[in-house]
């Protein structure tokens, strides 16, 4: 069957934009050819630096006629709704109508019968919105009109069933952009213009003229070149999946040289290096077979020339490298010279955010929350965290972090090392902005672990007190990182941290006033028990048994609470639990109904004395046991030991609904046995919420 071939070729698309612009241009047509009614049978897109390009088989020869069916008013409607109608369905009488009764009425129908449009016209129409509209995150206009994209856009390939399809889109303002059967190829390595036939056709060409277009075949060729090259001198290229990605998107012809890193710069930090070469030069670092970082580098051209240009492109990397790397070792060589300590007072000057105070403000934050953060941590030295927090920002204010933003933290574990601090104080003021996502490591020394919780709570604190907190997708800065931070560092350590009293002395701080801190603990908490879920579901735990744990309110300790819902999974999975749970549907939506019938609550105290039946009286006594046993087992955290304590509430619960009638003709013993299964439900609750347990 048919095949459409488009492809929008333009000046170079910024590397970190390809991907998605690929998915979009897939979504904007194939989305479109179904609003027309167009089927296929597949569609792919690709990417280059400098086009994007779109393949959809399957399409059909011409577009199948349209009948479309609209409903019109009622027969005998105003003059003006009739017109409308006509109007909008595009007819010029009612002869051209049917009547149809609907119900009891008569109403008008239009059936509008459309002829299908050359596939041709289909296509341009497609087209030029897609053009006009193409979703960039950032777009450039044309000096001489409104027309925006990327980047200049200087040609289109448009080609159905292996024809050409020519013309041009026109911009307002004069503006227009051809399209046809031509393309070109490698900006340096093939001049001449490329006439296709078809999308093999079109593949095959581009490679030719030094084009590889899929994205994925040229990321595999710089891993496969890299790996021969590193290979070759015996080391390894370090594992770098985002800088491959970006490289991808910067090269259209994938060529991988090896350069020399000057020994003189070997005695930089490893971080810096790494960091040097992959920030500002797009290299690949390569390590000895110690995991050493060795003196050379590979860098991925975007042309193919003979020895002696090789040799020329190489050494002019290296000639970049050094001036980079002579910066690099002037601002490790000044920054050692001031003590970190003595960078402390500078922080006075940055400001963290306009309403929440500088650096050095956050600074102090941090070290009075330690407080009560170092009690609940096994092991850590309250010095040694007070000091670790005074220093853990001061490398902001080092000419390496100025330069290098990436490497705030690292530089101060360096730079405090340097000036003889302890260890752990060094680590901590390096480790207390991880994890930095759901895949970095996570903390594990007692002084490291202190400071990411203060700095965590304290940002997240400041910024409900401001009311600047996430909303939909939108989370500038990273608040929900911060919460997931939080609970990874608890939970990872098994750390039994209150949250609520800690972010009560950080509201506090802040200068929230007492009377609004109960309301943003509580919206504080609710933004963690969502956190939380999204953590446990990625581990495979049902949220549902979150939200029945955290809806008993009251706990902020995440250790606790996961060990209530874990032994609730486990209450659950057993026929005991299940059983209890379908007892506690039906106890409360017995009471709910009959409270919405009486227009009162059924939750006063049992009266012993009218429990008539004995299986009543059982379930009754029953209730009370369990209760006693379970608060005893709560207090001693003995959740699974709570939870089998319920189980003894199985038979006596079965029994009674077997043979008690609860809507019983007495008034007195009917609202007796509402009481009753009211009971269930507390006793019930008292572990966890159980209606918000699905399934």
């Known amino acids: 069957m048919p095949e459409l071939l488009l492809e929008l070729f333009s000046e170079e698309i910024p590397a970190r934009m390809q991907a998605r612009a690929a998915e979009d241009l897939k979504r904007l047509v194939t989305d479109k050819l179904k609003a027309a009614g167009l089927a296929f049978t597949r569609a792919d897109s690709y990417v280059t630096p400098r086009r994007l390009a779109l393949v959809v088989d399957g399409l059909p020869e011409k577009q199948p006629d349209l009948s479309e069916e609209k409903k019109g008013p009622r027969v005998g409607s105003p003059d003006a709704a009739i017109q409308g109608f006509l109007k909008g369905a595009g007819l010029s009488s009612l002869d051209q109508c049917e009547k149809r009764t609907v119900g009891k009425a008569d109403f008008w129908f239009a059936v509008v019968k459309r002829q299908g449009q050359p596939m041709s016209h289909v296509i341009v129409d497609i087209l030029r919105p897609t053009v006009w509209s193409f979703p960039w995150p950032k777009s450039m206009r044309w000096a001489n009109s409104k027309a925006t994209w990327v980047r200049p856009l200087h040609r289109i390939v448009l080609l159905f069933a292996g024809k050409p399809l020519e013309g041009t889109i026109d911009f307002e303002g004069g503006v227009g952009v051809r399209y046809g059967d031509t393309t070109i190829g490698h900006r340096f390595l093939a001049h001449s213009e490329i006439h296709v036939k078809n999308f093999a056709d079109y593949k095959a060409k581009l490679q030719e003229a030094k084009v590889v277009l899929d994205p994925v075949e040229r990321r595999d060729a710089i891993l496969r070149k890299a790996d ?85 492109i190489v050494a002019g990397n290296e000639r970049v490298l050094r001036a980079r790397l002579s910066d690099a070792k002037f601002f490790w060589d000044q920054d050692r010279k001031i003590a970190l300590e003595n960078r402390v007072p500078a922080l006075t000057t940055r400001v963290f955010h306009a309403k929440l105070g500088t650096v050095a403000d956050k600074v102090n934050r941090i070290q009075s929350l330690l407080t009560k953060l170092v009690p609940v941590i096994p092991g850590c030295d309250p010095d040694m965290a007070r000091q670790a927090a005074l220093l853990c920002k001061a490398d902001l204010s080092s000419g390496m972090v100025g330069e290098f933003p990436e490497l705030q933290g690292v530089m101060g574990r360096y730079y405090a090392l340097h000036d003889g601090e302890p260890p752990d104080v060094a680590d901590a003021i390096r480790d207390h902005y991880a994890p930095l996502g759901p895949n970095d490591r996570c903390p594990v020394k007692p002084v490291s672990v202190a400071v990411a919780l203060a700095d965590r709570i304290d940002t997240l604190a400041g910024f409900w007190y401001i009311g600047d907190k996430p909303t939909g997708s939108k989370d500038p800065f990273a608040l929900r990182r911060a919460a997931l931070g939080v609970i990874r560092l608890v939970i990872e350590n098994k750390l039994r941290v209150p949250l609520r009293r800690l972010f009560a002395k950080a509201l506090t701080r802040h200068g929230a006033g007492q009377d609004k801190v109960p309301e943003l603990i509580a919206d504080l908490l609710a933004f963690f028990a969502d956190r939380l879920k999204v953590h446990l579901r990625e581990q495979g735990v049902r949220h549902d048994l979150v939200a029945a744990i955290f809806e008993r309110g009251g706990d902020s300790d995440i250790v606790r609470i996961l060990a209530r819902v874990d032994a609730l999974k486990e209450f659950l999975a057993s026929g005991d639990g299940a059983n209890l749970l379908t007892a506690y549907r039906r106890a409360s939506n017995i009471v709910e109904i009959e409270e919405k019938k009486d227009k009162q609550r059924h939750d006063a105290a049992v009266d012993p004395g009218l429990l008539k039946q004995a299986e009543e009286r059982t379930l009754f006594h029953k ?28 038979g006596p619960v079965d029994a009674f609904f077997d043979k008690v009638t609860v809507n019983a003709p007495q008034a007195d013993l009917r609202t007796n046995r509402l009481r009753l299964l009211s009971e269930i439900r507390r006793t019930l609750g008292a572990v966890a919420e159980f209606s918000k347990i699905e399934g």
């Open 228 to 312: 021969e090259a590193a290979k070759r001198e015996g080391l390894a290229v370090k594992n770098d999946p985002a800088l491959l990605d970006e490289v991808t998107g910067l090269v259209e012809w994938p060529v991988v040289l090896l350069g020399s890193i000057d020994a003189a710069y070997m005695e930089l930090p490893p971080e810096v290096l790494s960091t040097s070469m992959r920030a500002h030069q797009k290299y690949f670092t390569l390590l000895k077979a110690d995991g050493a970082l060795a003196p050379r580098f590979l860098v991925v051209s975007n042309m193919e020339t003979d020895d002696e240009g090789r040799r020329n």
């Open 623 to 650: 209730l009370a046991e369990v209760r006693e046993a379970m608060e005893a087992l709560l207090r001693q955290e003995n959740f699974g030991g709570a939870m089998m304590a319920l189980a003894n509430l199985r």
